[in-house]
């Protein structure tokens, strides 16, 4: 079992920036990749921005050069960072954490989420 919390959210104006953090606990030492997705209400919950433990990175192509994932690694947990800047409220939406594990059986474990308001 792998627990996510999330902190960072809030309300921003557009052209701002924010800073999203993700707390990974439990079975951590199963886990090859976190990632972030947002969704509106509405649509579909999509993939922002992922990251392997390995340090490889991908980000969806509305946030490239504008969001960065960064991950940080100890013995107890992992945490994920998601660098927001130049916000627009296309942005707004909550956002999840996940964790994916691979084994014993494939898993992907989910945050609870975190709002992320962008005023115009």
């Known amino acids: 079992q792998v627990q996510l919390v999330e902190s960072g959210g809030g309300l921003v104006q557009a052209g701002g920036s924010l800073r999203l953090s993700c707390a990974a606990s439990?079975?951590?030492?199963?886990?090859?990749?976190m990632a972030w997705y947002r969704q509106v209400p509405g649509k579909q919950r999509e993939l922002v921005a992922s990251?392997?433990?390995?340090?490889?990175?991908?980000?969806a192509h509305s946030v490239k050069d504008r969001f960065t994932i960064t991950i940080s690694k100890d013995n107890l947990k992992n945490t994920i960072y998601l660098q927001m800047n130049s916000l627009t409220s296309e942005d707004t939406a909550v956002y999840y954490c996940?964790?994916?594990?691979?084994?014993?059986?494939?898993?992907?474990?989910w945050g609870q989420g975190i709002q992320v308001t962008v005023s115009s």
């Open positions: 439990g079975s951590i030492f199963r886990v090859t990749a």
């Open positions: 990251i392997t433990t390995g340090g490889s990175t991908n980000y």
């Open positions: 996940n964790a994916f594990s691979p084994s014993p059986l494939p898993r992907t474990s």
